[in-house]
């Protein structure tokens, strides 16, 4: 009588034990910076509150102030985004949302649920390609799971394909010394 009580306890028990052991421990919840090999690298700033932000070490935008080209602040309008940099052409949109959606696994969409993940590219404001890519999240979000190699490859995606113009930079954007378009990306 014990035992038909305690095998299926212990069952349990190994069960648990074997579940959390092969389950991924979250990645970005400290500081640091993870080498993906051949000299790639992909930074990670965690700040107090958990928010994980998550970009090329060579990046110089990421953040830096937007100012007009020369250097002065931007007007209120501009800084809040009221008035338009770049717009997107429905073609780029499309291109834009497969560059992001082909990296994942159907595995990874599944666990991603409903969450979005906040991406945001940097623009040149004279040619309208993307010249940085960087992502923001909270740390205890679904993408904790996400290895730091999936985040490159969408970068990647963004960048091996100067040839693309991505967004038509407005007369506005072209007086700034970069455009930041942002998004939150619904993976499908």
Request: hydrophobic share 35%; proline share 6%.
């Amino acid at each position: 009588m014990k035992t038909r009580k305690i095998v299926p306890a212990i069952v349990l028990v190994f069960a648990t034990i074997c579940a959390q052991s092969f389950a991924q421990a979250p990645y970005y919840q400290t500081s640091t910076t993870y080498s993906l090999g051949n000299n790639i690298f992909l930074k990670c700033d965690v700040d107090p509150y958990g928010g994980v932000t998550l970009y090329n070490p060579n990046s110089i935008y990421t953040y830096a102030n937007q100012t007009y080209a020369d250097g002065t602040a931007l007007p209120e309008d501009i800084a809040v985004g009221d008035t338009p940099a770049c717009t997107m052409t429905n073609a780029s949109d499309h291109d834009i949302q497969n560059r992001v959606n082909r990296v994942l696994t159907t595995t990874q969409k599944q666990r991603l649920g409903d969450w979005t993940l906040p991406v945001s590219v940097i623009v040149n404001p004279q040619t309208g390609k993307v010249i940085e890519v960087f992502f923001w999240f909270i740390n205890d979000s679904p993408y904790n799971q996400l290895p730091p190699s999936v985040f490159r490859q969408i970068e990647q995606n963004f960048l091996s394909q100067p040839q693309i113009t991505d967004f038509a930079v407005t007369d506005t954007g072209r007086q700034l010394n970069y455009v930041m378009f942002s998004w939150s990306h619904k993976f499908k």
